[in-house]
Each structure stands twice: as C-alpha cells, then as structure tokens.
C-alpha cells in the first residue's frame, strides 16, 4: 500500500496545504493501491513561487550545464527502472512485459533526444544586421494523463529542462505513482532546487488553478480534447501560451497488395497494445470493400490469440485504468452492436474467466459506417473499427473525415503510393508501415490540438524568439 503525503515543492518534499487525499484504485484487482495528498491553489501558488524564483538562474545555465544535469537525470533513471515499471502495472494495468519494456524505453527515448538536441540546437542566429535568439519561455505547467504516465511526463519535462525553463507537473489523479517516483529521480540527479516541482490532484483542484495561474508562461497538456478545451479557456485571460495533445481517431489504410492480411495483424496489434488507451491509436481500419470478407478473418484471427489477464504475469493485455473507462467502453461496444455493425469478436462483458478487473474483451468491429458512433468517438479501450473503401481516394476521404487529426497509417508494400497517400492525410503523425521515429513532430490538426512535441519541433514550444535589431555595426 503506497502512501504518498508530500508534494516536491523548492527542492525539498513538502506537506501539502490542506489535508485533502485521493485514493488510487488498482484496476487489475479493483482494490486501493494507494493514497496520495491531493492539491489545491494553495499547493499550486507554493509551487510556482518556487519555480519563478529559480527561473533567472536556470535560464542562465550553460548548455554544457543543462546538459550535464540531463545526464545525471539518464544515471539515475536506469537505477529506478524496476520501481517505475512495477508502478505503472499496479497503477494503470500495464501487462508487465509492456511496463518494464517499451513505457520505460519511451520515457529514455525522450531523454536521450532532448539531451541530442540540446547539444546541438543554435539558440542564437545572426541574420544581417540582426540578432534572432531563442531563449525559455519561463515557467511552465505540464499537466499529464494516465494512459503512458511516465513517457508523456518526459516529452514536456526533458525538453523544458533542456531549453532553461523551470516548471510545475501536476499529473493524471489516476496514475499518480509514477509521478511521484520521477520526482525522485530527479531529486536524487541533483535538478536544482525549484527548477522542478511536483504537485498531485485531479483537474479541478490543481489542473484548473495552474492553467489559470499568472504566473505560469506556459500550459502543455496531454489529454482529453474535452479537458483541452476547459484548460484553453482558463488560460485565456492571461495570455499564456498553450499546447496541446488531444484526441485523436485516427485512420489505418490497408492497401490492396500481397501482405494485406499481415497488414490487418498488424494493425489488430496496434489497436491492443496498452488495453487500446493510446491517443494515436489507429482504431479505424480502411480496408478495400472487395476484401472485407478475408480482413474479417483475419483481424478475428489476430484478436484471438491476444491473452487477456493479470498484468503481473503473461498476458498481453491487461485491463483498463478505472470503472468509468470499463463502463464507458461497454456502453459503446453495446452501442457499435445496436448501430448496425457486424461484430466480429469480443463485445460486452469481461473475458471468460475474469470475475474481477476492468477487463475488456479485445473486440472487432466489421462493416462500419463512418457515421457511426463507433467510428466517431474516441472509444480508448481494445476496440478496432473496420470500414470498406471503394478506391484510393474514398479511402482519403474516410481517413479525413473525422474531426480529429492526431495520426494516421498506411500499410501497403508498394511505397510510392504509400507516400503519396499520406502528403493526402489530414493528420499531424502519419505512420508509413509503422514508421516510428523520435525526432518526428508530434501533435495533431484540428480537433486533435496544437503545438508539436518530440525532438526539435517539441523543444521549441519552450522556447521564445527574440530579435535583436542593430546588432551588427553599421558599416562604415
């Protein structure tokens, strides 16, 4: 039973302003894993006094200084590793294969970019007679969900640690552990004091207040579009910058080629990792019409040999992070049934054998209309939606009908069309058979967000430009 009482505030682990805790539930077991101190405004004017405070030093920093910080930060996060995942499998149900491997290889991913692209990164640029410099942003507040708790920490933390800005991190009141031993780690790396602060608590109590909060220059947030919209608004009156990481439903065009039902596997995979909570998730698969019947068979196929059981052993798929998303799930799996879609596999209830846990059957829609609620909303469980398209471009047009535009996918051996395909894609991440890299932009269009992270493109959300006019001497 983990009893976390005290926020990192200044350097030092402090008590919380009120006497306010929340409990964390374990989803896998669906009892209390932990009870943490909950946040209020209080907690969060603390917090932000101590990082505006340490704002003009840390700003001042030598790269070789933040880079060394950084370095440290990459020691003590190895030595951590077994914590961390064991963490994220008892507080969101990550299967411990996932936990331990690729949750935990992301987060060092983005460590690891940031600290590449800090030692090479031009911060200044003289351009004629003038002067452009990059300089932070200020002090920022990073609010952070529960689904991938620790990478989505990192890809705000490292780069604005990186570019000279201090912070606030408030993250997800349902996946606070991690939180919570990432301050640790960077505590024990020897952050300077203030330059990082930790402050638990739900949206309300301390999310509000901090997107609200004078001074705070800068709110990046990953999440709902619903939550992204209440945090725009509450940032408005102080003209912060904001970026967000919303939503997303996002597309998967399977071309018509020899690899097509691998491609379908594949995509089925993509759609279960993490119990389907994964923003960019590509739950809506585009299948040519001709060839529903075999992707049918073979995405029932790849569905079936996923194992669903206790995170803590084998099994690929654990369960979701709380009742309402298990609720949430069911309510819309039950409603795919009653639109008309072909259920292929899966559907209402837990898996046989799992009395207890937010455990949701992997589940396959086929014949799915694009007006459907199944293929409208963002469903974020292990649910797959697939649609039939008539040619290439009904299936551009699928993909981009949809008001989200986060990611997209296009599966197929013949790359020219592939390419092609996707400069077509309304969408800020477009995947080319799974393409992954972590200097690419991401963030999405439309409904999906604003402001870009990853690498170099996610480092300058913290930065600032200035020009320096008159810079150089006149000549004589």
């Not at 983990?2 to 990192?8: A, G």
């Not at 060092?108 to 911060?123: N, P, R, T």
């Not at 200044?124 to 507040?141: A, D, F, H, M, N």
């Not at 991938?148 to 996946?175: D, H, N, R, Y």
């Amino acid at each position: 039973m983990r009893d976390y009482s005290k926020f990192y505030i200044g350097g030092q682990w402090v008590d919380p302003a009120g006497p306010g805790t929340f409990e964390v539930v374990n989803p896998a077991t669906e009892d209390v894993a932990g009870t943490v101190a909950a946040g209020t405004a209080a907690d969060i004017d603390r917090a932000v006094a101590a990082a505006r405070h340490a704002f003009p030093a840390w700003s001042a920093t030598t790269v070789a200084e933040r880079s060394e910080v950084l370095h440290a930060i990459a020691e003590a996060y190895q030595k951590r590793r077994d914590d961390l995942g064991a963490a994220l499998t008892e507080e969101m149900g990550a299967p411990r294969a996932l936990a331990n491997g690729f949750q935990l290889d992301l987060a060092a991913g983005h460590l690891a970019k940031a600290i590449e692209v800090l030692e090479h990164y031009a911060f200044s640029e003289q351009r004629g007679p003038t002067l452009i410099v990059k300089e932070p942003i200020g002090v920022c507040g990073l609010i952070t969900p529960w689904n991938w708790p620790l990478s989505l920490i990192a890809v705000k933390v490292f780069p604005a640690l990186a570019t000279g800005c201090t912070m606030v991190l408030k993250p997800s009141e349902k996946s606070p552990f991690t939180g919570q031993l990432f301050a640790e780690i960077l505590d024990a790396a020897g952050v300077p004091a203030g330059v990082f602060n930790l402050v638990q608590g739900d949206g309300p109590g301390a999310g509000a207040p901090l997107s609200a909060h004078p001074g705070v220059d800068m709110i990046s947030f990953t999440g709902s579009t619903r939550a992204g919209i209440e945090i725009a608004r509450n940032a408005a009156p102080t003209v912060k910058r904001v970026t967000q990481e919303l939503g997303g439903k996002s597309p998967n065009i399977v071309l018509d080629d020899a690899a097509f039902a691998a491609n379908v596997g594949k995509g089925v995979a993509a759609v279960t990792l993490n119990a389907g909570q994964t923003c960019s998730a590509t739950t809506r698969m585009l299948v040519p019409r001709g060839r529903m019947a075999e992707a049918v068979e073979a995405a029932r196929a790849a569905a079936e040999q996923v194992t669903v059981g206790d995170p803590t052993g084998t099994a690929d798929l654990g369960p979701v992070v709380s009742a309402a998303q298990f609720e949430r799930i069911q309510g819309l799996i039950q409603q795919g049934i009653d639109e008309g879609a072909t259920l292929v596999t899966g559907g209402v209830g837990r898996p046989e054998g799992l009395a207890r846990g937010y455990y949701v059957k992997p589940t396959v829609f086929a014949d799915v209309g694009n007006d459907m609620t199944i293929a409208r909303e963002e469903i974020f469980g292990p649910v797959l939606s697939i649609l039939g398209y008539d040619d290439i471009d009904h299936a551009v047009a699928l993909a981009n009908d949809t008001e989200y535009g986060l990611a997209a996918n296009i599966a197929g051996a013949d790359l020219d069309q592939a390419r092609a395909l996707a400069r077509r894609i309304r969408a800020g991440y477009v995947s080319i058979n799974d393409g992954f890299d972590f200097s690419s932009p991401f963030g999405g269009y439309k409904k999906s967000g604003n402001g870009r992270e990853w690498g170099e493109f996610g480092f300058e959300e913290y930065l600032e430009t200035k020009g320096i006019l008159g810079y150089a001497a006149a000549p004589q």
